[in-house]
């Protein structure tokens, strides 16, 4: 089982940044794939970004160019860099860790943290 935590949410102004934070509790170059989701308020849960235990990236059409996701293996922590915010980034940010077996797909998340952007 996978414990994460995420941090560095907060309240920006349209066109400010944030870098948020997610720490696994065991090794990231042990799980499959990392991800960053996101949830507005009366939406469903959507993917924001991905990067795998191999390094590849992966980001959704609405924030590409604007967000990063990265890892840092040594301190078990994945991040995701938002830059250029706009209002409609507004949401709850949750970390998701996937792990992949010959057996099963398990998915570990975050209790998440909250993203404002607002002038």
């Known amino acids: 089982q996978v414990q994460l935590v995420e941090s560095g949410g907060g309240l920006v102004q349209p066109g400010g940044s944030l870098r948020l934070s997610c720490a696994a509790s065991?090794?990231?170059?042990?799980?499959?794939?990392m991800g960053w989701y996101r949830q507005a308020p009366g939406k469903g849960r959507e993917l924001v970004a991905t990067?795998?235990?191999?390094?590849?990236?992966d980001h959704a059409d609405s924030v590409k160019g604007r967000f990063t996701i990265s890892r840092d293996n040594a301190k078990n922590t994945v991040y995701l860099q938002m830059n250029s915010l706009r209002p409609e980034d507004t949401a709850v940010y949750y970390c998701?860790?996937?792990?992949?077996?010959?057996?099963?797909?398990?998915?570990?998340w975050g209790q998440g943290t909250q993203v404002t952007v607002s002038s």
């Open positions: 998701n860790a996937r792990q992949i077996t010959a057996y099963s797909r398990d998915d570990y």
């Open positions: 065991k090794s990231i170059s042990s799980i499959n794939v």
């Open positions: 990067i795998t235990s191999g390094g590849s990236r």
